[in-house]
């Protein structure tokens, strides 16, 4: 395998292609949904992240798709205005589920923009690769637990392999557009960059406190916390937490060695597990 230079052209191909060749062409509205017994039913009408999880999922949509209209680069403009439709089409699966379901509506709320699409585009990335590493992890739970009867987890899995495939993608982005820009403005992309990273982890660290608290969260984009909260799952932390770690691992594996991985979320998982009680 020929090895690449991060920022390169071959590189931008690699990541671009990858993403777009790895794309499932599935329709929402034609998903072979399980018959499902009655309180699996109940179970999903009692879940209470249904508003929180489409009102994400429609706004990370929005977002992504703003920046197309950015992109001089033809393959990058059709790799992030695929991302923007996949986006788009997870809030209409989960839609379609909920209808299928007959679960009440869901209220989706629309969040204020701010108008730097890149900005927006950062911190949707930051905020998916801290969701996306313990969604692999929950969702592995969630079947072990038979929490939801794995027919049922088979019509969700798209959403979660894309996930991998879209903090694959943004990494790689990431560390492209860094290395494309002249030497003297990177640690100013750097500084972005690390900004946009703590303000979601801020977010996260909102939800954790308001939840503990019994409260909302003021309606921000990290629902992944309460929907670990409201799973009510019987497992250690540790255990949580080492599961999550080697999913993410195993999402990534099919994916082209050359390209970067997520670091800063695993590396501080691995620090997290070492000290957690079993
Ligand atoms: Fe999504
Ligand atoms: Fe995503």
């Not at 992240?49 to 999922?57: N, Q, R, V």
């Not at 204020?112 to 930051?126: A, C, I, M, S, T």
């Not at 900004?195 to 801020?202: E, R």
Request: hydrophobic share 45%; net charge negative; proline share 8%.
């Amino acid at each position: 395998m020929k090895a690449i230079t991060v920022g390169s052209e071959a590189h931008k191909e690699l990541f671009c292609r990858e993403f777009i060749d790895t794309h499932d062409p599935y329709d929402p509205t034609r998903m072979a949904w399980p018959e499902l017994d009655e309180a699996s039913v109940q179970r999903l009408r009692t879940m209470p992240f249904w508003d929180e999880a489409i009102s994400t999922e429609s706004d990370v949509a929005v977002k992504v798709q703003a920046l197309v209209a950015q992109q001089t680069d033809p393959l990058l403009r059709e790799a992030i205005a695929l991302q923007g439709f996949e986006e788009a089409r997870h809030a209409n699966l989960l839609r379609e589920m909920l209808r299928h379901y007959q679960v009440p509506e869901p209220t989706v709320t629309a969040e204020k923009q701010h108008p730097d699409p890149e900005w927006n585009f950062l911190r949707v990335g930051y905020g998916e690769c801290f969701d996306s590493f313990f969604a692999f992890g929950l969702f592995r739970l969630a079947g072990e637990a038979r929490l939801f009867p794995p027919p049922l987890l088979e019509v969700m899995e798209p959403i979660v392999r894309e996930e991998a495939r879209h903090i694959l993608f943004f990494v790689n982005w990431v560390a492209y557009c860094r290395a494309q820009r002249p030497w003297h403005l990177r640690p100013w992309h750097a500084a972005q960059c690390a900004a946009a990273m703590a303000l979601q982890v801020w977010t996260r660290i909102r939800t954790a406190i308001a939840a503990a608290r019994g409260g909302d969260n003021g309606g921000e984009d990290d629902f992944m916390l309460g929907v670990q909260e409201s799973l009510d799952l019987d497992f250690s932390p540790r255990h949580v937490v080492e599961t999550c770690l080697r999913e993410n691992a195993a999402r990534l594996a099919p994916y082209d060695p050359r390209l970067l991985r997520p670091q800063f979320v695993p590396g501080l998982a691995k620090m997290l597990a070492a000290v957690l009680p079993r």
